[in-house]
């Protein structure tokens, strides 16, 4: 049987927000809804450079203007 309770987890206690739960033991499946000021996770990247090829990346003319005219582009039509 799954029923809900809501509960406040604290300092690794938990404070029942209403009814609690009429057993002694359960397996337990927590979802954590809270801000980012409760909770600071890091952030990572998700793509790093192999090492091998770090810093051997080369700038070859300019990379502002597109190498085809806009009048090629069947986007723009």
């Known amino acids: 049987m799954l029923q809900s309770y809501e509960a ?4 690794g ?13 359960a397996h337990v499946i927590v979802t954590i809804l809270a801000d980012k000021d409760v909770i600071d996770v890091p952030v990572q990247k998700r793509h790093l450079p192999s090492p091998l090829i770090a810093g051997k990346g080369k ?6 203007t597109p190498v085809s005219p806009a009048e090629e582009w069947s986007c723009l039509e």
């Open 59 to 64: 700038i070859l003319g300019d990379i502002i």
């Open 8 to 11: 406040i987890y604290e300092h």
């Open 13 to 25: 206690v938990m404070k029942w927000l209403g009814d609690k739960p009429p057993i002694k033991q």
